[in-house]
């Protein structure tokens, strides 16, 4: 069993909190959906949305409904509770009219929840991606997106597009015990959440960004 099959154990947890009966989750760019079980066994609807069902890698896509996170013409207006997506959305190459189309099918009081690398975590994963990104314009286009890690730029992006109450989410179980976790989660507590932002993206592992419509 990978990470890649079972999902991370921190975001399970993040998404136990949202989950409750009667939910209904809508998770773009599912790819194996990792996470309906966890939604599922809480007595949460889970519906999967991905740009494509063939197979990722070795691994089956579990996908519900084909389609682009820019049009989501099969799902009703304010039908949604929670609308969630993990290292999707500098994917997204239509990020604004995305934001709207996740809005539009959120039910109000709904929320959307973003994870995504960190800079960190990019680097580590794929020492090489500076050079990657002069060679070859296809990752030039990817960069060229605003990603999770960068906080103001998906600030502005959530509040013009409608959504309100955002926040970036840390949660302890994405670090192992140690003195350097103690004082990050310090920084986060009493630092303004832009000056901390900048912290995260780079001692931190992973972006989560929250907002909420209303
Ligand atoms: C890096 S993978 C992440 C998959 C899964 N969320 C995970 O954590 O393992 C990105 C996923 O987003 C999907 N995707 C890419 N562009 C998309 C789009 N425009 N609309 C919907 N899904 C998209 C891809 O097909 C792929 O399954």
């Not at 959120?106 to 929320?111: F, N, Q, T």
């Not at 502005?156 to 994405?174: E, H």
Request: hydrophobic share 45%.
């Amino acid at each position: 069993m990978s990470l890649l099959s079972e999902g991370y154990p921190f975001i399970h947890q993040e998404l136990e909190c949202f989950a409750a009966t009667g939910k209904v989750f809508l998770e773009i760019g599912c790819g194996v959906g990792q996470y309906k079980k966890t939604i599922v066994s809480k007595g949460a609807q889970y519906i999967g949305v991905d740009v494509t069902d063939k197979d990722y890698g070795a691994q089956k896509r579990n996908v519900d409904i084909v389609a682009d996170a820019a049009n989501l013409s099969a799902i009703e207006d304010a039908s949604i509770d929670v609308v969630f997506m993990v290292a999707v959305f500098y994917l997204l190459p239509a990020q604004d009219i995305s934001l709207r189309e996740f809005f539009r099918i959120l039910k109000p009081g709904g929320s959307v929840l973003f994870f995504d690398y960190t800079e960190k975590t990019i680097n580590r994963m794929i020492p090489n991606h500076y050079e990657m990104l002069l060679r070859d314009r296809s990752h030039y286009q990817l960069y060229a997106n605003i990603n999770v890690n960068n906080f103001i730029g998906v600030y502005r992006k959530l509040r013009f597009a409608g959504f309100r109450k955002i926040n970036l989410l840390v949660n302890k179980n994405m670090y192992r015990p140690s003195l350097a976790r103690v004082i990050f989660f310090l920084a986060y507590r009493v630092l303004p959440i832009t000056w901390f932002a900048k912290l995260n993206d780079r001692y931190g592992l992973w972006s989560v960004i929250s907002a909420s419509k209303f």
